[in-house]
């Protein structure tokens, strides 16, 4: 148990569906992120929230739309997924002092 | 662009052997390299890291080594164990926040 906490763990969804990914961090950290690990590539960095402020958009499509509520909690909202989306979601926090980045199990995504 | 290099992406020792994984950046304002382990339906988790000022760290088994001036750095793992078999990533991180990984080493350590 790292203390960042995602749901839910499997998500299947059509491509018209609407859908959030949700994650909770219990560290005390300024700083959270969305990843996408997808079969045999590096993870990829999607967006990076600071102190809430969104600070790293890495030219991800529009149909994912992440909110911030809080230092705490981050969420990724999904729509008109397409297949080629189907991958894992990991979302990682870390206070930006030092750097260390703790994840979470993330959720399997697939598109259908 | 920033990016790192990861070899080798396959790595199959003996149990007790020693394994080595090395990586190389581009970014000479790095100034972080975390090594994380990833098993199979979990999350990647931080087993060692190194900071730019620092060229050698050791925990117990696992042991990482950082070059700046060739800019590459290294995970060891002495007297490897089945249950060290996973998959390991290189990362360096920049101004704190900004981090990218490498591909992955998938490690099999046979009994």
């Known amino acids: 148990e790292t203390g960042v906490t995602q749901t839910p763990r499997h998500l299947v969804m059509g491509m018209t569906n609407k859908k959030s990914l949700k994650c909770e961090q219990h560290?005390?950290?300024?700083?959270m992120y969305w990843y996408k690990q997808s079969a045999k590539k590096p993870l990829e960095l999607m967006f990076v929230?600071?102190?809430?402020?969104?600070?790293e958009n890495n030219s991800v499509p529009s149909r994912f739309s992440p909110e911030c509520p809080n230092s705490s909690h981050l969420f990724l909202h999904l729509h008109t997924l397409q297949p080629e989306d189907s991958a894992l979601y990991l979302c990682a926090s870390s206070q930006v002092a030092t750097a260390e980045a703790f994840f979470g199990q993330g959720t399997r995504l697939t598109v259908v | 662009g920033e990016n790192v290099e990861q070899h080798p992406s396959t790595l199959s020792v003996q149990e007790g052997d020693s394994a080595v994984i090395k990586c190389t950046y581009s970014d000479s304002a790095s100034n972080y390299f975390p090594w994380y382990k990833q098993e199979l339906g979990k999350g990647p988790q931080l087993i060692i890291d190194i900071r730019s000022n620092v060229g050698e760290k050791k925990d117990q088994r696992i042991a990482v080594t950082l070059n700046k001036t060739a800019k590459h750095f290294s995970l060891h793992i002495t007297e490897t164990q089945p249950e060290d078999s996973a998959v390991y990533f290189c990362a360096q991180t920049t101004g704190g926040f900004k981090t990218i990984f490498g591909a992955g080493t998938r490690l099999f350590v046979k009994a």
């Open positions: 560290l005390g950290h300024n700083a």
């Open positions: 929230y600071n102190f809430k402020e969104q600070t």
